[in-house]
């Protein structure tokens, strides 16, 4: 069983920055992907990067590449999310998940971009 805990999320002005924080705890066995999505309100939960374990290649929505960086410490067992040039409608709840030979979701942290 992975259990997954996010932070880091929070209120800030368009253009600024926030880092996502999941640290998991439990057995990391099997667990071949991470990533972040995000749900604003009314709308469908969607990826917004990942990562894969094996090699490190990462992947992102078209919406947030140049700005979001995702990166992990395997020694932490914990991937982050570097979120730059924060825009309006970056505001959402994000969920990071893990999955492999099962799929375990955090609880969600609120981002709010607004002036």
């Known amino acids: 069983q992975v259990q997954l805990v996010e932070s880091g999320g929070g209120l800030v002005q368009p253009g600024g920055s926030l880092r996502l924080s999941c640290a998991a705890s439990?057995?990391?066995?099997?667990?071949?992907?991470m990533g972040w999505y995000r749900q604003a309100p009314g709308k469908q939960r969607n990826l917004v990067a990942s990562?894969?374990?094996?090699?490190?290649?990462?992947n992102y929505a078209d919406s947030v590449k140049g700005r979001f960086t995702i990166s992990r410490d395997n020694a932490k067992n914990t991937v982050y999310l570097q979120m730059n040039s924060l825009k309006p409608e970056d505001t959402a709840v994000y969920y990071c998940?893990?999955?492999?030979?099962?799929?375990?979701w955090g609880q969600g942290t609120q981002v709010t971009v607004s002036s």
């Open positions: 990562i894969i374990t094996g090699g490190g290649s990462t």
């Open positions: 439990g057995s990391m066995f099997g667990i071949v992907f």
């Open positions: 998940k893990f999955g492999g030979l099962k799929t375990y």
